[in-house]
Each structure stands twice: as structure tokens, then as C-alpha cells.
């Protein structure tokens, strides 16, 4: 019983570290902005900002990078938000990249825009003169994300390099850089998958809907379960059905997975975590196309 109360509750001491961790980057930084993708994560993120300076407004924009292959539910979700909160929403526009020669659309059955972003994200951060990027990775999502610090530089060209990473001892967090340089700023790196879930329960926070149970046209392909959409390119012999499905982590629609499911309701989604056998990113598509896909993306620039 014991066990059980500790797994559904949340630790208010992250939320403490998270909230100070941005009234630093507030302190440090001329001009940070929080990098919004609609997802739990970065919902999560806009409370504690809301909290960090209360009663002030939040004292930054929300920049999202739109693949134009989003999810319809995640879109609708962020413009409500930002109109009921009165946020400042910066957007990057992967098909304005698209449009303009920057980058190339891929082609083929496995065909999605989610590396492409990395080009747009740069120049918006370029084009917004930036100097510290806020986002919802969590150290528990992935190998590569493991790595990081809360404080994460990059340099020039919006590389990062893992053994460049500052030590950051006694919570002491450096924002000093060079010019051209900017940081990208994790604040709840040490929380889990179980916490963000059990923070938005007890914060009472409002979510997509696509995060809870329900009916949805999809297909099976490599062991993965697929929405069916205009923006991916499903072969014949896949056959399209109506299942009750769920998403764990949100991405562009063409390489975020589902999960079969009933959970409707947070209590459920949180029963589910505590018995599930993959991890939240196994369900990201684009993070199988090699062993080493996410730590590659993030030095070429990559959230």
C-alpha cells in the first residue's frame, strides 16, 4: 500500500527545482523563449512558468515548430491555451521551409517532417535572437537525452556536443556564453513520465485529448500501431480499422505511434505507466530509424 501511494503522488520538491531553474534563465538571459509542442511536457512547462512569476504574466514567448502534419486535436489545444492565458506564441513553419528551398520533403513509405524541423527551429531561434530555448525533455525519455545538462549549450551553428557538457555541481547553473551561442534549458529533466502524469492530476492541468482513450482509425506496420492520415503514405496491403487507442508521447503524426487502450481518464493513464513493459518513447517512430537516431538529430541542432 505504501508502494502504491508513493507511485501516485507527486513530489513537490521537482516542482520547487523546476521553478527555479526558470526564474534563473529569467535572471541570466536577455531573451529566452519556451519551445512549445503541444505535448504534455512542455503544457506542463507553461504551469510552472505560470507559477514561477505569478503574479506577473509568463515574461517569455512560446515558440512551436508546426510540421503541418500535427496532430488536428494538438493545434486546436494551443491556440485555446494561448488565447485563455493571454501567451505571446511565435510559430516556425516546416512547410515555409519546405516552400523556400531549405529543406527537402522526404519521400517513400517511411516518409515524415519530423527531422526536418531542425532547420526551421534554428531559424527561428536565429530570427528571434534567442539566447535561451526552454523545453520538457526528461532524462528518463531516452539514452541521448540522458546526457544532458539542465543547462545546455550550443554553439554557433546549433550543434551540441556531449563531452562539452559543463558540470553543474551544488545546482550551481552557468548561463554564461560566447556570442553567437545559445542554451538550451531543460527544467524538469529529472522528473519521469509517472511524475509529469501525477503532477497534471493533482495541478488538475487541461490535455489534448488524444492522450486519453479513444476510437480511431489505424493499421499495424512493423509491430507499431499507425494513424491512419493524408500525411502518411499507407501501402495497399495495409488494412485500415477502428481500434480504441491512446498516445503516450506526441509528434508529428507520421512518426508518433499509438497504443491500444481504454484509459480515459488520468487514474487509468496512470495504472497503465506502472504496468507497461516499453518505454513512453517507444512509441516515437523516428527515434528507430538507427540506434544512435535522437543523440544524431541533437547535434545537428535538434530540441
Known amino acids: 500500500m505504501i508502494l502504491e501511494d508513493s507511485n501516485r503522488s507527486f513530489p513537490r520538491q521537482l516542482e520547487d ?16 523563449v519556451l519551445l512549445f509542442s503541444c505535448g504534455k511536457d512542455s503544457i506542463t512547462l507553461v504551469r510552472l512558468a505560470q507559477k514561477a512569476f505569478y503574479p506577473g504574466k509568463i515574461p517569455f514567448p512560446l515558440l512551436h515548430v508546426d510540421t503541418g502534419h500535427n496532430f488536428p486535436e494538438t493545434i486546436e489545444f494551443r491556440d485555446k491555451l494561448v488565447e485563455e492565458l493571454g501567451l505571446d506564441l511565435q510559430i ?15 519521400t517513400g513509405k517511411y516518409a515524415s517532417r519530423n527531422a526536418l ?25 531516452e539514452k541521448a537525452r540522458a546526457k544532458e545538462r539542465i543547462f545546455s549549450v550550443r554553439d554557433d551553428f546549433g550543434q551540441w556536443d556531449a563531452k562539452k557538457q559543463r558540470p553543474e555541481m551544488f545546482d550551481m547553473l552557468n548561463g554564461k556564453i560566447d556570442m553567437g551561442e545559445n542554451v538550451r534549458v531543460f527544467p524538469i529533466s529529472n522528473w519521469t513520465e509517472l511524475d509529469v502524469w501525477n503532477y497534471i492530476k493533482e495541478e488538475q492541468i487541461e490535455i489534448p485529448s488524444v492522450y486519453f482513450a479513444h476510437k480511431r482509425r489505424v493499421f499495424d506496420r512493423d509491430g ?9 503514405n499507407k501501402t495497399d496491403d495495409e488494412e485500415v480499422y ?4 491512446r498516445f503516450r508521447t506526441l509528434g508529428d503524426m507520421s512518426c508518433t505511434a499509438a497504443v491500444r ?7 487509468s493513464i496512470i495504472d497503465e505507466i506502472l504496468s507497461a513493459e516499453i518505454s513512453e518513447r517507444g512509441a516515437r517512430i523516428d527515434d528507430k530509424r538507427s540506434e544512435a537516431a535522437m543523440e544524431k538529430r541533437k547535434q545537428q541542432g535538434y530540441f
Open 261 to 267: 487502450s481504454t484509459a480515459d481518464n488520468i487514474d
Open 224 to 232: 507499431l500501431i499507425w494513424s491512419e492520415s493524408e500525411f502518411v
Open 117 to 141: 524541423q531542425t532547420v526551421t527551429l534554428l531559424e527561428a531561434i536565429e530570427n528571434g535572437k534567442y539566447d535561451a530555448c526552454m523545453g520538457g525533455a526528461r532524462r528518463d525519455e
Open 92 to 106: 516556425g513553419s516546416v512547410q515555409q521551409s519546405i516552400d523556400e528551398g531549405k529543406v527537402k520533403e522526404e
Open 242 to 245: 477502428e481500434e480504441s487507442v
Open 17 to 32: 527545482e523546476a521553478i527555479y531553474i526558470m526564474r534563473e534563465v529569467a535572471a541570466q538571459f536577455e531573451k529566452p
